[in-house]
T-cell receptor, first 112, second 114 residues
Framework: SQQGEEDPQALSIQEGENATMNCSYK?????LQWYRQNSGRGLVHLIL?????REKHSGRLRVTLDTSKKSSSLLITASRAADTASYFC????????????FGKGTLLTVNP | NAGVTQTPKFQVLKTGQSMTLQCAQD?????MSWYRQDPGMGLRLIHY???????DQGEVPNGYNVSRSTTEDFPLRLLSAAPSQTSVYFC?????????????FGPGTRLTVL
């Protein structure tokens, strides 16, 4: 089964509003990453948060990580129509079981 | 750097045919992986490799083989294609355990099995 699960599956907002997506996972991780995928394209890395970090910012993106709840959230502030895409969380497990697994994604639609 | 390249971009196969999806990276990344993406299922890990000569199975390995004879290349082989393998396939690569595990993705291969 997949490690990460995003919530909600789909989100529709107006331009200028904030968008929040959540990700839950099952096992201990080295880090958690968020990716964006525009329709018909490959995935693009957005931000990485390590297991010993609680919050990270990058431009209009804010990511939090709660390892006790095995959950993360991605906040996009002041959204733009160009932010319309699918967003995926991915968890990296390390050591002898080093691999990256993805959730099913959240489809974000930002209406002009 | 070309990054991660995948060929072909599109492919149509008949049931039972075999083919190899090619993936190459020029960033000297240790870790390479293959995913398939189906509607509503996100990306599912097929096979992955943590270095040349080392491969392992992901979530959905059945029907696929891989090998990693060089750092640069990680081909995915379909031995006997089935309609259930119709999907978009993505290859990705990254450094391993250097604190920079960002995955770089190829553009994808759209495969249809009739």
């Amino acid at each position: 089964s997949q490690q990460g699960e995003e919530d909600p599956q789909a989100l529709s907002i107006q331009e200028g509003e904030n968008a929040t997506m959540n990700c839950s996972y099952k096992t201990s991780i080295n880090n958690l990453q968020w990716y964006r995928q525009n329709s018909g394209r490959g995935l693009v890395h957005l931000i990485l948060i390590r297991s010993n970090e609680r919050e990270k910012h990058s431009g209009r993106l804010r990511v939090t990580l709660d390892t006790s709840k095995k959950s993360s959230s991605l906040l996009i502030t002041a959204s733009r129509a160009a932010d319309t895409a699918s967003y995926f969380c991915a968890t990296l497990t390390g050591g002898s079981n080093y691999k990256l697994t993805f959730g099913k994604g959240t489809l974000l639609t930002v209406n002009p | 750097n070309a990054g991660v390249t995948q060929t072909p971009k599109f492919q149509v196969l008949k049931t039972g045919q075999s083919m190899t999806l090619q993936c190459a990276q020029d960033m000297n990344h240790e870790y390479m992986s293959w995913y398939r993406q189906d509607p509503g299922m996100g990306l599912r890990l097929i096979h992955y490799s943590v270095g040349a000569g080392i491969t392992d199975q992901g979530e959905v390995p059945n029907g696929y083989n891989v090998s990693r004879s060089t750092t640069e290349d990680f081909p995915l082989r379909l031995l006997s294609a089935a309609p259930s393998q119709t999907s978009v396939y993505f290859c990705a690569s990254s450094y391993r355990d250097r604190g920079t595990d960002t995955q770089y993705f190829g553009p994808g291969t759209r495969l249809t099995v009739l």
